[in-house]
């Protein structure tokens, strides 16, 4: 009877494993699919205006090293 019921009982882990391994698997699909037709390159709509107003056309290479330094450009 014992062995019976460590079967039974391996299996109960088995099906547990299976089902939470496919809930996992199902959700990173959706997740994948919601963020798939996500564009967040695309050019922005209504009145936004340019944050980043660094001049990189007048600054010297050291300058433009320190800046990669500080900011982690």
Known sequence: MS?????FKTLKVFILFTGCTL?????????????ENYHRYDEP???AIKVDSTNTKDSSWVDRLLLFYLDGE
Not at 3 to 7: K, V, W
Request: net charge positive; no cysteine.
């Open 45 to 47: 709509k209504g009145t």
């Open 3 to 7: 062995g019976i019921r460590l079967f």
């Open 23 to 35: 809930l996992f698997y199902y959700g990173i699909m959706w997740v994948n699919q919601e963020y």
